[in-house]
């Protein structure tokens, strides 16, 4: 069964930073997967965080996130991570990681939520002020 499982959350202070971590399981991060974070707060819809192709290492970055967060890929390894620097309390959010697949790696389809085919259960981040 294709499964990825998030790691890593947790509580924080404004300021701090947290690494999490991806790993697939069932499948592999063969060159056509590109890997998303997403993430969602309570009443607000899910939105695309950052992402990273396996063919090519095209990244994608919100514009809330850019020059904080940085996106990397082991996808030999089936696991992607992202760190989290310069934490701030409207980060404070459910993160999900998504694997999808296909033959174009553009930034509009990895910021696509729907682009993505496996889903995680989701790690909870938590900033305090």
């Known amino acids: 069964e294709a499964q990825l499982v998030e790691s890593g959350g947790g509580l924080v202070q404004a300021g701090g930073s947290l690494r999490l971590s991806c790993a697939a399981s069932?499948?592999?991060?063969?060159?056509?997967?590109?890997i998303g974070w997403f993430r969602q707060a309570p009443g607000k819809e899910r939105e695309g965080v950052s992402s990273?192709?396996?063919?090519?290492?095209?990244?994608y970055y919100a514009d809330s996130v850019k020059g904080r967060f940085t996106i990397s890929s082991d996808c030999a390894k089936n696991t992607v991570y992202l760190q989290m620097s310069g934490l701030r309390p409207e980060d404070t959010a459910v993160y999900y990681c998504?694997?999808?697949?296909?033959?174009?790696?553009?930034?509009?389809?990895?910021?696509?939520?729907?682009?993505?085919?496996?889903w995680g259960q989701g790690t909870q981040v938590t900033v305090s002020s």
């Open positions: 998504a694997a999808g697949r296909g033959p174009d790696h553009t930034i509009l389809i990895l910021r696509t939520l729907y682009w993505y085919d496996y």
């Open positions: 990273i192709s396996c063919r090519d290492g095209t990244t």
């Open positions: 069932g499948f592999d991060f063969v060159e056509d997967y590109a």
